[in-house]
């Protein structure tokens, strides 16, 4: 009898140990690729500055887009091997965590005031991205709306960049986030072939623990049950934008705040449209879940609009917004469930 029952526990506790192993997986990947991704940003920032590029295009394109690197190469992977869900929820996710959780702890660390003229022009920008992301997922990305959206973020680069042409006063030329973007890398300290390795390194290492990451979390989706557009959601989308939250901590403790804001709006603008773009042309099985097509892109929309209104009145996002924030955040994630 004891025999019996240690014979029927065995399942379970087998089932017990692959989560164990699974979530240890999980976690370790996580871990890579925080660290991975954030060398490989802060390695290519400091080559393009060392090149002279710009601080204005370092700031919105590699340390802004840069930092959905983890995000595009999940999405990738998963479209690739079939799993449509996982990468949409990534990028719905991915967003929802970036404009709600991660902007309220970046408000708590420090208020954000937005001073930005291209933090401003980007964060309208991110609300339409959203929404045509929203518009796109329903019934399944085409190859054309794939296009589209890359071509809109090629379009989107190029106004966030530009200079307005009624600025006449010198300080505009370089932007608010491009001085940021230079303390924080502060490049002028650093050799260029030493970054150049700490770029690869970094790139190489993000590409692996991306792949482990996805491993993981199907492998997870799989063994409790949870569908796979959830786990995208919450655990991939998680473990893509810590990147953006090594970001968030950093500029804090700086007092970078355009460039916290300014990271989060590029990294949403990226994950919208390019990644977006990409799970289109690359195609995929179409989804049919609705809490996640439906009803996770809806609150991402909300939740950009919410920030972009937080944003506007006064041009600074204080504590309180913040706390209000996180608190939608946690009050969202149950209803994709």
């Keep these: 009898m004891p025999r019996d029952r240690t014979r029927r526990g065995a399942p379970h506790a087998s089932l017990q140990s692959i989560v164990f192993v699974t979530l240890t997986v999980l976690v370790a990947s996580v871990a890579v690729l925080a660290w991975a991704s954030d060398q490989f940003v802060l390695g290519a920032a ?45 990028v719905v996710g991915s967003n929802l965590a970036n404009l709600s959780l991660l902007l309220g702890l970046g408000a708590i660390l420090v208020p954000l005031t937005v001073e930005s003229g291209a933090v401003r022009r980007e964060a309208p920008m991110v609300v339409g991205a959203t929404a045509l992301f929203g518009l796109a997922v329903q019934g399944g990305i085409s190859r054309w709306e794939g296009f589209a959206l890359l071509a809109a973020m090629a379009a989107s680069v190029v106004v966030v960049i530009r200079r307005p042409s009624s600025s006449s006063q010198p300080d505009d030329q370089i932007d608010q986030i491009g001085l940021d973007v230079a303390e924080l890398a502060e490049a002028s300290e650093h050799e260029l072939p030493r970054e150049v390795l700490r770029t690869v390194i970094g790139l190489i290492g993000t590409v692996a623990s991306a792949q482990l990451l996805l491993w993981a979390a199907l492998r997870l989706a799989a063994e ?31 007092g970078e705040t355009d460039l916290i804001v300014g990271n989060l709006l590029g990294s949403n603008l990226f994950n919208a449209l390019a990644v977006g ?55 969202t994630i149950p209803l994709l469930a």
């Design 224 to 254: 409790t049950g949870l569908s796979n557009g959830f786990v995208g959601v919450t655990l991939v989308a998680i473990g893509t934008s810590l990147p953006e939250l090594v970001t968030v901590i950093q500029s804090a403790r700086r």
């Design 46 to 90: 400091r080559v393009a500055l060392l090149r002279n590029v710009p601080t204005l295009v370092v700031g919105v394109v590699i340390v802004g887009f840069g930092t959905s690197a983890p995000e595009m190469l999940v999405s990738t992977l998963a479209v690739v091997d079939d799993e449509t869900a996982v990468a949409i929820g990534n």
């Design 277 to 331: 773009g990409l799970i289109g042309v690359i195609g995929g099985p179409t989804v049919d879940d609705r809490s996640l097509t439906v009803v996770a892109t809806g609150a991402a929309f909300g939740v950009a609009s919410i920030a972009l209104v937080t944003m506007i009145t006064g041009h600074t996002v204080n504590r309180l917004e913040g706390i209000g924030l996180i608190a939608l955040y946690a009050a």
